[in-house]
């Protein structure tokens, strides 16, 4: 009888021991600190005189909480001279990060996954016509960069404002993230969107 | 009229051992074989021990007994003139009274089954169960542990498409259902809709769902009930026995195979068991349904080792599993979303394969056990040990990164020390202590503000159960208490830290009442209440994640109809109050005539229940993103089961079911969201018995009617919410972004057939192709269900002829 009972205890011990052994070992471990790779707060549109560099028009786009729930704010209008030529570029920040992180530097470096689109009322310029190409990808867009495949990117674009004025239109911009996908033909509605923000458009 | 040939046997075997014998054959057999249509006894039964010389017949009152037992694991050959010889296994752990009831059908003369029914679980007779056996889960191997159990009244499951699909009981899911992973809380990732168990059904023995709201004795938060899951019982003297199984199925191109191994001797018993799935893209009727693959692996073992008084058990496992997710769910913007809701076919579509990309999530679950059970004239007493590890990865389509965004390991210690105490006159019960931990981490280098925190939690409970029996009466009552205490560390999105610390009590408390109203008849009714601490996900949860964000309870912060998520509130310091349930539950049964109703009726109130659902779109950067916050409200939901069983003929059965469900946010009056529509079933089996030289030849065609539900919360558009013309406040009645999906039909079909060695089935599910979503189905924003599918399984088994 003593024998089985003994024979029993070290089963038992066996049984239990190695994982009384691991357990009960409470931690207070935090999780580390993460780099927000996708999150942009701030976008600022640049346009820029092409005959007079210091004519610059500048709105700005803020998500001060990134994916927090804070609602987008579209902090200017932007306000153009008719009958002028400007260049468009792009101010693109995460700025949830200190110093705030450039994100338009990663965008030049995997150019041939991204393109700007653009979408704006009808006729607002004469160089391009039309409304721009997010309804239709082969719409008149003028594109000053290109990436490896001789696809345009847009971080840089031209625009000329009509002569006549134009008063409360619309300005859309949207940022597409296109990788495997960015052809000659990719649109607006293809790949995932990195932003997409409609200002108001003046022009007088 | 002809005479019925159906002569079915009630059989009551109970079993004895006497312990205060220092004789080598102590055990016993004893019970009483009658007619369940005359209700009279049968005489001259042979009753025999497998392996033995010992027999008996039984008496003109149908009794038998035989005693002088070397083995309590008895494998009794009944047989009865007129009839083939049957065979029942039974195994009885000494030291208590375990009731084994078999009914035996008889389906023509020559042609004798034999099933058994689980013993109802201690401490949950009161309560309405249901166990599913080996053949009815197995029949397609590939399928969840939730689409197995859907087939039963008051059971559907929620999902995240096809690969991920979680229980519902009665109207509740996730963490209100407590899924026993052989004996142990299975430790795992349990919130939202798309975690389910990583359980393999096929390594499963038997599922047992207990539909009440008080499992005293398997843990707290179980409101909506509890799922057992256990597999092979590890039996002693059982001869060597090898199932070899295989399948195939046309809708994904999926193939399984899985094999087991079990056997048993005096003093030793052990299984092993394996199984692989490979699924690639499944299609809808129009469409495939792009990424929606999955690969699962899974090994496990158990080992019995029986010495005089005592049984060591050790059982492990293994599950991994690459799930694919509709790859059309991910929408980065509201935009998109609009366009994906809107849409008929999924956005993306591309042809076949079987190549698993984002969104996607890999699980490794390891679940290790230990179990002594003592025996003893002083009761029996059983001390559980369980250690179980979750590694989970959850991997979006992300624009910069091939990382995961959810990266979480998850260790889970339990133990539990339970005694079953011998009878104290006529008391029956148990009483149990259990400590329970879980120590959660993010692993780093998810590129993004951890969506759960760190955490861990410890709880130390105590419970006891009570059974009283007079004349055709048992009364049961049960209580358990729980203190959880929880320690939360986490990131805020600008990275800072924070940390929470707090404690719960929780009760559980069952008492119910049951009453064999005629031979035929039984009615049980049950008062349960359990309480629920809020989970991580729904205090905690921040971000984005598939094609929404979601903020939990104390995420975010409501400054005068201004939502804000930038603090996060102490619990303490919040409204956030745990969730109470009350549930009131009836089941009514009856036999009579070849007809066979199960009525069960049932009111559930929770006070504080816990849901997430839309708040609306918010701006981003990106656009306007669909948000999803968690809420609380007091809620009520009643709701019925019912099925009628009824013999058309000799071969022929009818099964007829109807699950009804109403729930309200009696607050606010308003509907609950997510919650299951009336469903209806009809099921006709013809068992053709041996015919064209098999062994058993069955058919089962299954129509299933599944209502629109009704009690959905009104719909808005997430475009007028981004174009402005509906305003949307955290005040606002509750909403969601689509219609509930209109009602469906679907037939499936099924012939199953025994040959030699071999059984096997062919299956249709879906069988007229119909399209449908369902609305339990996160996917049904972007994409149709599953078309026809069609199964083959086949397996081979092995039965060795002695068990030395």
């Keep these: 009888m003593k024998i089985h009972r003994f024979r029993n205890f070290r089963l038992m011990a066996l049984l239990f021991g190695t994982i009384l052994v691991t357990s009960c070992s409470k931690d207070d471990d935090v999780p580390e600190e993460e780099n927000e790779l996708e999150v942009i707060t701030d976008v600022t549109l640049v346009f820029t005189n092409t005959a007079d560099a210091n004519d610059v028009v500048e709105?700005?786009?803020?998500?001060?909480?990134?994916?927090?729930?804070?609602?987008?704010?579209?902090?200017?209008?932007?306000?153009?001279?008719?009958?002028?030529?400007?260049?468009?570029?792009?101010?693109?920040?995460?700025?949830?990060?200190?110093?705030?992180?450039?994100?338009?530097?990663?965008?030049?470096?995997?150019a041939n996954e991204h393109q700007f689109f653009f979408g704006f009322s009808d006729d607002a310029f004469t160089n391009p016509a039309g409304n721009g190409n997010i309804d239709t990808a082969s719409d008149p867009i003028s594109y000053n960069d290109k990436d490896e495949n001789g696809n345009p990117v847009g971080l840089s674009t031209t625009w000329t404002t009509a002569v006549t004025a134009l008063s409360g239109g619309t300005f859309t911009v949207r940022l597409k993230h296109q990788p495997d996908v960015k052809t000659s033909t990719s649109g607006a509605n293809d790949g995932e969107t990195d932003f997409n923000l409609l200002f108001s458009l003046n022009i007088q | 009229m002809k005479h019925q040939f159906i002569l079915s046997l009630f059989l009551f075997i109970w079993s004895n051992s006497v312990m205060t014998q220092?004789?080598?054959?102590?055990?016993?057999?004893?019970?009483?074989?009658?007619?369940?249509?005359?209700?009279?006894?049968?005489?001259?039964?042979?009753?025999?021990?497998?392996?033995t010389e010992k027999y008996t017949?039984?008496?003109?009152?149908?009794?038998?007994?035989?005693?002088?037992?070397?083995?309590?694991?008895?494998?009794?050959?009944?047989?009865?003139?007129?009839?083939?010889?049957?065979?029942?296994?039974?195994?009885?752990?000494?030291?208590?009274?375990?009731h084994l009831y078999l009914t035996q059908k008889v389906t023509g003369l020559d042609e004798v089954t034999v099933q058994a029914q689980k013993i109802k679980e201690k401490g949950?007779?009161?309560?309405?169960?249901?166990?599913?056996?080996?053949?009815?889960?197995?029949?397609?191997?590939?399928?969840?542990?939730?689409?197995?159990?859907?087939?039963?009244?008051?059971?559907?499951?929620?999902?995240?498409?096809?690969?991920?699909?979680?229980?519902?009981?009665?109207?509740?899911?996730?963490?209100?259902?407590?899924?026993?992973?052989?004996?142990?809380?299975?430790?795992?990732?349990?919130?939202?809709?798309?975690?389910?168990?990583?359980?393999?059904?096929?390594?499963?023995?038997?599922?047992t769902v207990i539909k009440g709201a008080s499992s005293v004795r398997f843990g707290p938060e179980a409101l909506g009930g509890v799922i057992i899951v256990e597999s092979n019982s590890l039996r002693l003297n059982t001869p060597l026995y090898i199932n070899l199984g295989t399948g195939f199925q046309t809708n994904g191109g999926g193939i399984n195979t899985n094999l087991e191994i079990v056997k048993g001797s005096n003093k030793w018993g052990y299984f092993l068991n394996g199984n692989f799935n490979k699924i690639g893209d499944r299609k809808a009727p129009d469409y495939s349904l792009t990424n929606t693959g999955k690969e699962e692996k899974s090994f496990s073992f158990g080992v019995l080792r029986h010495l005089k008084n005592w049984d060591f058990k050790i059982y492990y496992s293994f599950v991994d599993q690459n799930l694919a997710l509709l790859r059309s769910s991910i929408a980065h913007s509201g935009d998109a979303f609009v366009r994906a809701l809107n849409s008929d076919a999924p956005i993306i579509i591309d042809s076949f394969s079987y190549d698993i990309d984002a969104p996607n999530q890999t699980i490794q679950h390891h679940l290790a056990k230990a179990e002594i059970n003592w025996y003893s004239n002083k009761g029996k007493l059983s001390l559980r040990g369980g250690?179980?590890?979750?590694?989970?990865?959850?991997?979006?389509?992300?624009?910069?990164?091939?990382?995961?965004?959810?990266?979480?390991?998850?260790?889970?210690?339990?133990?539990?020390?339970?005694w079953r105490h011998p009878n104290w006159s006529r008391l029956d019960g148990l009483f149990g202590i259990q400590y329970f931990s879980q120590d959660n981490d993010n692993n780093p280098g998810t590129d993004t503000t951890p969506f759960i925190p760190n955490y861990n939690i410890s709880r130390y409970s105590a419970f006891g159960t009570e059974r009283l029996k007079f004349g055709k009466n048992t009364v049961e009552a049960g209580v358990r208490i729980d203190f959880e205490?929880?320690?939360?560390?986490?990131?805020?999105?600008?990275?800072?830290?924070?940390?929470?610390?707090?404690?719960?009590?929780?009760?559980?408390?069952?008492?119910?009442?049951?009453?064999?109203?005629?031979e035929n008849t039984s009615f049980r009714t049950n008062l349960g209440t359990a309480w629920r601490t809020p989970n991580m996900a729904e205090l905690f949860s921040f971000g984005q994640h598939g094609f929404k964000t979601t903020f939990g309870l104390l995420r975010f912060t409501d400054n005068n109809g201004v939502l804000s998520t930038d603090d996060i509130l102490p619990l303490d310091k919040s409204v956030v109050e745990p969730e109470k349930g009350y549930k009131f539950i009836n089941e009514f049964k009856t036999y009579r005539n070849g007809n066979f109703h199960n009525l069960t009726v049932y009111s559930h109130y929770i006070e504080n229940y816990i849901f997430d659902r839309p708040i609306g779109v918010f701006g981003t950067i990106r656009g306007p993103t669909p948000a999803f916050i968690f809420d609380q409200a007091n809620a009520l939901f009643l709701g019925a089961d019912y099925s009628?069983?009824?013999?058309?003929?000799?071969?022929?059965?009818?099964?007829?079911?109807?699950?009804?469900?109403?729930?309200?946010?009696?607050?606010?009056?308003?509907?609950?969201?997510?919650?299951?529509?009336?469903?209806?079933?009809?099921?006709?089996?013809?068992?053709?018995?041996?015919?064209?030289?098999?062994?058993?030849s069955k058919w089962i065609i299954r129509y299933s009617y599944t209502f629109r539900q009704l009690q959905a919360p009104r719909t808005v558009l997430p475009q007028s919410l981004i174009d402005g013309s509906k305003i949307i406040t955290i005040d606002s009645e509750i909403f969601d972004f689509m219609n509930a999906p209109r009602d469906y039909f679907l037939l499936n079909l099924s012939w199953n057939f025994k040959w030699k060695n071999l059984s096997g089935s062919i299956a249709a599910q879906n069988l007229l192709n119909s399209r449908y979503r369902d609305y339990l189905n996160e996917m049904r924003y972007f994409a149709d269900d599953l078309g026809r599918n069609l199964l083959f399984t086949l397996n081979y088994s092995f039965k060795g002829k002695n068990n030395k």
Aim: with cysteine; charged share 20%.
């Design chain 2, 644 to 696: 009628w069983q009824k013999e058309l003929d000799k071969n022929i059965s009818g099964i007829l079911g109807f699950s009804y469900l109403w729930s309200k946010n009696i607050i606010e009056n308003v509907p609950l969201i997510n919650q299951p529509p009336i469903s209806t079933s009809l099921e006709i089996q013809w068992d053709q018995g041996k015919v064209w030289g098999f062994k058993t």
């Design chain 2, 387 to 418: 250690m179980q590890l979750n590694k989970r990865d959850e991997f979006d389509v992300r624009r910069n990164s091939k990382k995961p965004i959810i990266d979480l390991d998850l260790i889970t210690y339990d133990y539990q020390l339970e």
């Design chain 1, 59 to 110: 709105a700005t786009a803020q998500d001060p909480d990134g994916i927090g729930i804070q609602e987008l704010v579209i902090l200017n209008e932007i306000d153009l001279d008719a009958g002028k030529t400007y260049t468009l570029t792009f101010e693109i920040f995460n700025n949830l990060e200190t110093p705030g992180e450039d994100i338009g530097d990663e965008i030049l470096e995997e």
């Design chain 2, 57 to 98: 017949l039984t008496d003109k009152v149908g009794n038998f007994l035989i005693d002088d037992l070397c083995s309590n694991n008895n494998t009794l050959i009944i047989s009865c003139l007129g009839y083939s010889g049957s065979t029942s296994h039974h195994h009885h752990e000494n030291g208590s009274l375990p």
């Design chain 2, 485 to 518: 205490f929880d320690d939360v560390r986490g990131r805020k999105a600008n990275q800072n830290i924070f940390r929470d610390d707090y404690s719960f009590a929780n009760l559980t408390a069952s008492f119910g009442y049951s009453r064999q109203l005629s």
């Design chain 2, 124 to 207: 949950t007779e009161t309560i309405s169960q249901v166990t599913l056996g080996k053949n009815e889960i197995t029949g397609d191997a590939t399928q969840s542990l939730a689409a197995a159990l859907s087939g039963l009244q008051g059971v559907t499951f929620t999902s995240a498409g096809t690969n991920i699909q979680l229980p519902v009981i009665h109207g509740l899911s996730g963490n209100r259902i407590l899924v026993l992973n052989n004996g142990l809380k299975h430790g795992f990732q349990n919130w939202g809709t798309d975690h389910a168990p990583e359980i393999d059904i096929t390594s499963a023995n038997s599922i």
């Design chain 2, 22 to 51: 220092e004789k080598y054959c102590p055990y016993s057999v004893s019970g009483k074989v009658l007619d369940i249509v005359t209700k009279e006894p049968i005489a001259n039964v042979t009753i025999k021990i497998q392996d």
